[in-house]
Antibody
């Protein structure tokens, strides 16, 4: 069965960096796009970034462009989100989610999420 | 930037039909996806490409998309359907979620 397990969250000061990981299993990693979606405490869902199935396309929501980088390691079936210049409003639970072969489709499986708290 | 608008709350009596709307400019030109999220849990896809139910989703869930409005309909609503529901669509290379609708079954 498809499983996505996030890790790497924690408490970090504004301006610092953090790298999130998402280990995938139960499907062929290189056949699907992968996304990061976040949810601030008590708020709704916000899409953050996507990497296409072949890694050739990466897209980001405007508020993280130039600060966040999505990447993956196929040999380890792991998705990453490098978060630099963190801001207080980046505080959220970060979910990784599997997309379709096309990057602009649904998110059919989600991880359990990892909490990132940006605070001084 | 593109926006999707949902009512914050919808209430329904058990066994009745609940309709949750999602509005956006020319939304019928896009595919709309719906997610259910219960407290403390990760979202679950309940409707794909406007009208397609993923495997394991009960038949009481249905969807439509016409004009500027997409609708998730739950027929014979059960107490276990109480949750937050989010619509989602793509605008160019950006994915957008609606603000979410809290469905109360009482």
């Amino acid at each position: 069965q498809v499983q996505l397990v996030e890790s790497g969250g924690g408490v970090v000061q504004p301006g610092r960096s953090l790298r999130l990981s998402c280990e995938a299993s139960g499907f062929t990693f290189s056949r699907n796009s992968l996304h990061w979606v976040r949810q601030a405490p008590g708020k709704g869902l916000q899409w953050v970034a996507v990497i296409s199935y072949d890694g050739s396309n990466k897209y980001y929501t405007d508020s993280v462009k130039g600060r966040f980088t999505i990447s993956r390691d196929i040999s380890k079936n792991t998705l990453f989100l490098q978060m630099d210049s963190l801001r207080v409003d980046d505080t959220a639970v970060y979910y990784c989610a599997r997309g379709g072969r096309s990057w602009n489709t649904e998110f059919d499986y989600w991880g359990q999420g990892t909490l990132v708290t940006v605070s001084s | 930037s593109y926006a999707l608008t949902q009512p914050p709350t919808v209430s329904v009596s058990p066994g009745r039909t609940a309709s949750i709307t999602c509005s956006g400019d020319n939304l019928e030109d896009k595919y709309v996806y719906w997610y259910q999220q219960k407290p403390g849990q990760s979202p679950v896809l309940v409707m794909s490409q406007d009208t397609k139910r993923p495997s394991g989703i009960p038949e009481r869930f249905s969807g439509s998309n016409s004009g500027n409005t997409a609708t998730l309909t739950i027929s014979g609503t059960q107490p276990i359907d109480e949750a937050d529901y989010y619509c989602q669509a793509w605008d160019s290379s950006t994915s957008v979620f609606g603000g979410g609708t809290k469905l109360t079954v009482l």
